[in-house]
């Protein structure tokens, strides 16, 4: 721990290892240690918000998903499921779930007849956007505390973490607003 800085449980458990096991006691633990702890309590809220309107977090993703795609609001169930690293039969259950709440339907692919859409009701892009409104103000509200140049850098350095350990995951897409982007990893 630096000197001057607050301390937390992730300093005692580093603490700890340091006696006990020297060689695991360092950054990488702190890291994983901490964005595990922060991921963690933005989930609870999350879920929190999500139970309060009767959703999953599964259902939460997909409809969100769904949502940000714009209209029609449809996708394909493969794309759905790769893109929410849900497996075949998660999806699958998540989408029935969400058919018989009549929030999605499916429709044939006129293109290729194996295939099939799933969309967006009315109803599903009015529960969509609840859903992701109530998820946002949950993490506004965790993440609000920060002071916002913090929450910025914070995010930045996030960004360049995730570059560094999975360069696949990059885009390469400047913020509005910003010319000068220095290289992240490889493309």
């Known amino acids: ?61 997909v409809l969100s998903r769904l949502r940000l795609v714009g209209r029609p609001y449809r996708r394909k169930p ?36 194996r295939s099939v859409w799933v969309r967006l009701t009315p109803e599903g892009v009015r529960a969509a956007e609840e859903t992701v409104l109530a998820a946002n103000a949950a993490q506004s509200e965790l993440l609000g505390r920060l002071p916002e140049a913090t929450a910025r850098a914070l995010a930045d350095l996030l960004r360049d973490v995730l570059a560094a350990i999975d360069p696949g995951g990059i885009r390469d897409r400047a913020r509005p607003g910003q010319t000068d982007r220095r290289s992240v990893g490889p493309r």
């Open 1 to 61: 721990m630096s000197e001057g800085r607050l301390s937390d449980v992730v300093d005692e458990i580093v603490g700890g290892w340091r006696t006990e096991l020297p060689q695991v006691a360092g950054v990488p633990l702190e890291l994983a240690k901490r964005a595990g702890r922060l991921a963690g309590l933005i989930d609870a809220a999350v879920v929190t918000e999500l139970d309060r309107l009767g959703r999953t977090k599964a259902e939460y993703e």
């Open 78 to 113: 493969h794309e759905l499921a790769s893109s929410l690293l849900l497996s075949s039969g998660g999806t699958t259950n998540v989408l029935h779930r969400l058919t018989a709440a009549g929030l999605v339907v499916r429709e044939a692919d006129p293109d290729d007849r």
